[in-house]
């Protein structure tokens, strides 16, 4: 194969689609700050969701949109019966460095808790023994667009008075019982990277159970200036561009088509790689869902393959395919923790991260390409 197949690919509009839209900045000079694209975003993306715009805030990326709600919300500011901070986050190992680089950049303590086999989302029958006084926050994942077990976590939450922050930057789009993953829990962080099923370059948004939080968003993404001679908060920059906004509201357009071709891919995926002892897909789309495909995981067990995860990461980059052992290593052993957390206290986790590689998937990726590579781990079986 001449062409290198990468794990993913940027969907992007027609060059034209694109001018066109950005065509009016060389008239405004208006490029940020909440232009006109800023504010038609939110409105085509809260029309998309299924949410009031009022609950809704668009950031420059993800992880700043994460680190801001933290704050927002006020975790960690509250003080237990003993006078102890109550600084602990509930939250998993297996995600991005993201989740839980911003728990500790925000001054709290993560509590790693154990993953399921099924769909490696946090496991909710683990999350109660965790809970302790210094409990403030639960901070699950909808890995790989898969959804948490959400009413058992918002109710123990509810019973322990403890607030909920989804990461769902793998869920835009998904739905349950025809609802955006959004209207669960407290708040919702989506990432709108390049590298997501929906992007605005770099971006990302909160999308908020309770609306009073908004202008406190907003105003903690721009400085914490609150009026013209008025800083309130010691807020950071976290402000989305016209440009990304520009780039999300033409991409928007073709977001449903997109995820259908994703699930055609899937779909060929599973029909070849599915039902292999040895090998694990990910769990399909549930009764009531509604996927967005955005990633292929797929497990491989050393034991009954004869071969490891590893092995095939380098079957297929010998063949040109650039997999991604992703989520490897876990957070919780990256060397900026410096040993602080034991990765044998989430041995699900640990297991799964050594044994899952993710699939090239992204809506062009051709038939062809997709056999191919079923082929190629197919061919390491004896
Ligand atoms: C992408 C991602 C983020 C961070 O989003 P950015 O927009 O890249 O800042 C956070 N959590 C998870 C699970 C992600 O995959």
């Known amino acids: 194969m001449k062409e290198r197949i990468l794990v993913t690919r940027s969907s992007m509009p027609s060059l034209e689609e694109y001018i066109e839209e950005i065509k009016g900045l060389w008239d405004t000079h208006w490029l940020t700050n909440m232009g006109v694209k800023h504010k038609q975003l939110e409105n085509d993306l ?62 709290l303590t993560p ?8 769909d490696y989302t946090i496991d909710e029958s683990k999350i109660e023994d965790l809970i302790s006084d210094r409990t403030c926050a639960i901070i699950p994942v909808h890995v790989y667009g898969n959804l948490c077990a959400v009413d058992k976590i918002d109710s123990l939450a509810q019973k322990h008075n403890l607030k909920v922050i989804y990461d769902a930057a793998h869920a835009f789009a998904v739905e349950k019982d025809g609802v955006s993953v959004a209207r669960y829990g407290d708040a919702s962080m989506f990432s709108f990277h390049a590298t997501k099923v929906f992007n605005t370059i770099e971006g990302g948004a909160i999308c908020l159970k309770d609306k009073r939080f908004k202008s ?80 292929y995981p797929v ?21 040109g395919i650039c997999a991604r052992k992703y989520f490897y290593p876990l957070t919780s052993t990256y060397e900026c923790y410096c040993e602080r957390f034991d990765a044998k206290k989430t041995p699900v986790a640990l297991e799964i991260s050594k044994q899952v590689l993710t699939l090239p998937l992204y809506p062009e990726l051709e038939q062809g390409i997709v056999d191919k590579i079923c082929d190629i781990i197919l061919g390491m079986i004896e």
């Open 299 to 319: 497990i491989f067990k050393e034991n009954v393959l004869g071969f490891s995860r590893d092995d095939v990461f380098e079957k297929l980059k010998k063949n």
């Open 111 to 118: 509590v790693f808790c154990d993953i399921k086999r099924d």
């Open 216 to 295: 406190k968003l907003n105003d903690w993404k721009n400085f914490g200036i609150t009026g013209p001679e008025t800083v309130e908060y010691v807020g950071g920059n976290a402000k989305m561009n016209e440009f990304s906004a520009a780039m999300g509201i033409c991409n928007l357009r073709h977001l449903n088509e997109n995820i259908l071709k994703r699930k055609k891919i899937v779909e060929e995926y599973d029909k070849k790689l599915s039902g292999v002892n040895g090998i694990v897909v990910n769990r399909g789309v549930k009764e009531g869902e509604r996927g967005n495909y955005a990633y």
């Open 46 to 107: 809260a029309e998309y969701m299924g949410v009031p715009k009022e609950n809704l805030a668009l950031f420059v990326n993800g992880h700043q949109a994460l680190e801001c709600v933290i704050e927002a919300l006020g975790l960690g500011n509250e003080l237990n019966e003993k006078g102890v901070r109550k600084d602990e986050v509930i939250t998993t190992p297996f995600t991005f460095a993201s989740t839980t680089n911003a728990i500790v950049r925000k001054g």
